[in-house]
């Protein structure tokens, strides 16, 4: 599974950016998909994920209320939505497939994983 993420950017402080993750796999709609992202000099860190169905979504504490994770299976592309976007955002954003259909926040949980893209919000 090839799984491509774009959509990042330099943004200001407030703004809003929307991530999508596209995969090349006939399964994707049977993938949980999760959203990681990593700052330099820190470990990567869960932001979101969303069941294979679309169905159930989870969110680390930091993205609850700001940050909104949805798929559209007919694009085999999961999105993710980021407002308010403040400078601790700043990384590189992943998203990662798992085969098993379950969102798990942690990174072992994931099969495939995408290239990155970078987030940079400033002050």
């Known amino acids: 599974v090839q799984l491509q993420a774009s959509g990042g950017g330099l943004v200001q402080a407030g703004a809003s950016l929307t991530l999508s993750c596209a995969a090349s796999?006939?399964?994707?709609?049977?993938?949980?998909i999760g959203w990681f992202r990593q700052a330099p000099g820190n470990s990567r860190e869960y932001v979101g994920g969303?069941?294979?169905?679309?169905?159930?979504?989870s969110y680390a504490e930091f993205a609850k209320g700001r940050f909104t994770i949805s798929r559209d299976n007919g694009k085999n592309t999961v999105y993710l939505q980021m407002n308010n976007l403040k400078p601790d955002d700043t990384a590189k954003y992943y998203c990662?497939?798992?085969?098993?259909?379950?969102?798990?926040?942690?990174?072992?949980?994931?099969?495939?994983w995408g290239q990155g893209t970078q987030v940079t919000v400033s002050s």
């Open positions: 969303i069941r294979h169905s679309g169905g159930r979504v």
């Open positions: 796999d006939h399964k994707f709609n049977t993938y949980a």
């Open positions: 990662a497939a798992a085969e098993s259909g379950v969102v798990a926040a942690f990174d072992s949980m994931y099969d495939y």
